[in-house]
């Protein structure tokens, strides 16, 4: 068997933390550089996109209407994806078959597909949402809801919900008191990390967004085009947009995190932590 | 005290598979009634009826007088404990004995002295603010028969609640549940496969075979008196021995000669158990040959071969160990057996 000493380990984290840091360390530098052309480094240092990016309303309404965005697509995607993995869990489990096939179709489907599949549907059936936000909304949501239903379904099946359920039911629980009571506190982990990768997916989400409503929801994503394909192109801006949107996801996915730290363990079946348990 | 259980006629089909074949029951208020039975026998498939847990196909199901054949689970007056435990991992000891007074919308003070009432009953008053993770097996389902006590239902369900435990706690626990079932005076149904169990702390056993109610008896009644060839053959570890029947007895050498029951075919089953094999000193019974012996403590089981209807068969028979031991293996034997302590049945039967 090969042994890795510990020059090579060390080694083997550096390259992974450059190939991680490297990139957005040239945006930051980027955005904070006067000039940046021949160099290896830029040659000059200002604050001026930053203060000029930060303060410009069309930047922040973008951020602010994505993040609304995201955040609204995370409350529909939980609202609905909870309550139909918990009854497919507990008392149908033959909807499976059907549910699995949907979680799949954002995979298998272009988005770009499915935004004229929506527009035509709504077309046909609301045309009252053609141009709103609301399609968008509708749409993000069923093009992220697999990330929040795969990690749920795990989490309910690590936490043994169907076993709680009926726990919870001869104690004379209501369904919507097992929801809050037994499911959601039980399912935290996967709560968490399906609700990182929805609100991700649709922070970045472009194909849908342009399609669907175009420049009247200018996203973060959309915003960034505009930037780059305008006739004075602001790549500085660009870059201060990008290192905005990161550490505002980075942000998020470290509390997300840190929540979590120590909680996904207790939850599994059978597990008995010997701390402080005294032995019968 | 609580209420009585009555089960009439209840049957229960997974599709192909006949679960609950027309079962009745009769449960007195304040009886611990084991279901004892095999592995896929129906017992638990009752009991999780009784909970609402499964809905019978037909038949009543009556709790404390009132039907609740057609009642969901959180109506029923019933209170559960499950083989695995099924605390709430989100909740400590005290949030778990509380919940179901919490969900029927009880006032918190009031809440607070039955937690603390029932957490005392079980002992667990030091670990009620850990959580389920943080206490051994016994101490979480000690919660978990708290939890069920707790809005004081008419029956108590028990779904084999030691069979996930260690030996020694199984025992010390099988004590405390029957001291607590007796205390508290609760009905109770007690699912269970393990027929030492089920003798040491039932009042009545529900031995069950198929999805049918095979024999309900006190547990010495069990042991003496099986009144069928499966009850027979499930409890107490009996040898049986199938004979030809031959002018209306069935036996083998000096050894046993019992009347053949009526109906029955040319051969037929007989039943003794081990405790029942005697062993003659002066040239009576039948010859047997000690093939193994095997140490349990104040008995020693030995196992015979032994010629019978010209068919080799094996026997169990348990001597006191100080009698035991001078016996090697390879040892010629004679044993007997009392027509008195042997059931026999119809091989059919």
Redesign the interface.
């Known amino acids: 068997m090969v042994r890795v000493g510990w020059v090579g380990r060390i080694a083997f984290f550096a390259a992974i933390v450059a190939y991680i840091a490297l990139p957005m360390t040239a945006v930051v530098l980027y955005s904070l550089s006067t000039r940046w052309t021949s160099n290896l480094l830029p040659d000059g240092y200002t604050l001026r996109h930053w203060r000029e990016g930060l303060t410009e309303t069309r930047l922040q309404q973008a951020v602010l209407r994505t993040t609304w965005m995201a955040a609204a697509t995370l409350v529909l995607d939980v609202a609905i994806v909870v309550p139909a993995v918990y009854w497919q869990r507990v008392r149908n489990p033959r909807i499976r078959i059907l549910t699995e096939l949907s979680a799949a179709i954002p995979f298998v489907l272009p988005f770009v597909v499915i935004a004229f599949g929506i527009l035509r549907l709504a077309g046909r059936y609301t045309p009252e949402l053609l141009g709103t936000p609301w399609i968008i909304l509708l749409g993000h949501a069923a093009i992220a809801f697999p990330f929040l239903y795969w990690a749920i379904d795990g989490a309910m099946a690590a ?2 919900i169907s ?2 359920n ?9 369904p919507v ?1 097992i929801l809050r ?2 499911v959601f ?2 399912i935290g982990a996967g709560l968490a990390t399906g609700g990182m990768l929805v609100f991700a997916t649709s922070f970045g989400e472009f194909a849908l967004v342009q399609i669907l409503v175009g420049a009247r929801f200018e996203n973060v994503s959309l915003y960034s085009l505009n930037l780059l394909t305008e006739t004075s192109s602001q790549y500085e801006k660009l870059a201060v947009l990008t290192v905005v949107v990161f550490v505002i996801l980075f942000a998020i996915s470290v509390a997300v995190v840190a929540l979590n730290r120590g909680q996904a363990g ?2 599994l ?1 059978g ?3 010997a ?6 | 005290m609580s209420g009585g259980v009555r089960l009439e006629g209840i049957s229960k089909r997974f599709g192909a598979v006949r679960a609950l074949d027309d079962v009745s029951l009769e449960v007195a208020p304040g009886e611990l009634v084991a279901l004892l039975g095999p592995s896929g026998c129906g017992k638990t498939t009752l009991l999780r009826s009784v ?3 499964e809905q019978p196909d037909s038949g009543r199901i009556l709790v404390g007088g009132k039907d609740v054949t057609g009642a ?4 029923r007056p ?3 404990v ?1 083989q ?1 435990y ?5 909740m400590t000891l005290r949030g778990n004995v509380g ?2 007074l ?3 919308g009880q006032a918190v003070d009031r809440i607070a002295d039955r937690v603390e009432e029932l957490l005392d009953l079980v002992h667990l008053t030091d670990q009620a603010d ?2 389920p ?8 389902q000690r919660a978990a028969l708290a ?2 006590l ?2 004081a239902p008419e029956v108590l ?1 028990l779904d084999e609640p030691l069979s996930a ?1 260690d030996a020694m ?1 199984r025992t ?2 099988r004590d405390e549940i029957r001291r607590i079932q007796q205390v508290v005076k609760i009905t109770a149904l007690y699912v269970t496969h393990d027929q030492a169990e089920a003798m040491a702390m039932a009042d009545r056993v529900a031995v069950m075979n198929r999805g049918r109610m095979e024999q309900v008896a006190p547990p010495l009644e069990l042991y003496d008196e099986p009144t069928t060839r499966f009850s027979a053959g499930f409890v107490g570890n009996r040898n049986a021995l199938e004979l030809p029947v031959t002018d209306g007895h069935v036996g083998f050498g000096g050894a046993l000669r019992v009347a053949a029951p009526n109906g029955g075919s040319g051969r037929a089953v007989a039943f003794f158990r081990p405790e029942d094999v005697r062993f003659s000193a002066n040239g009576h019974g039948h010859p047997a040959i000690v093939e193994g012996k095997m140490f349990q403590g104040s008995v020693t089981r030995l196992h015979l071969v032994v010629e019978a209807a010209g068919e080799t068969a094996r026997l169990y028979a348990d001597l006191p160990s100080r009698e035991a031991a001078p016996l090697p293996v390879g040892a010629e034997v004679r044993v007997f057996v009392d027509a008195a302590n042997v059931r026999v049945f119809p091989v059919d039967g």
């Open positions: 936490a043994g076993r709680l009926e726990a919870a039911q001869t104690c004379g629980a209501t008191q009571h037994v506190p039980n207790r939850f079946p597990v008995r932590a701390e402080g348990g005294r032995s019968e | 909970a609402g847990l969901p689970t959180r109506k019933i209170g559960m499950f695995s099924a605390l709430f991992p989100n919940f179901p919490k969900v029927r850990r959580f993770h943080q206490v051994s097996g016994g101490q979480q939890r069920a707790a809005p369900l435990l706690v010390r626990l």
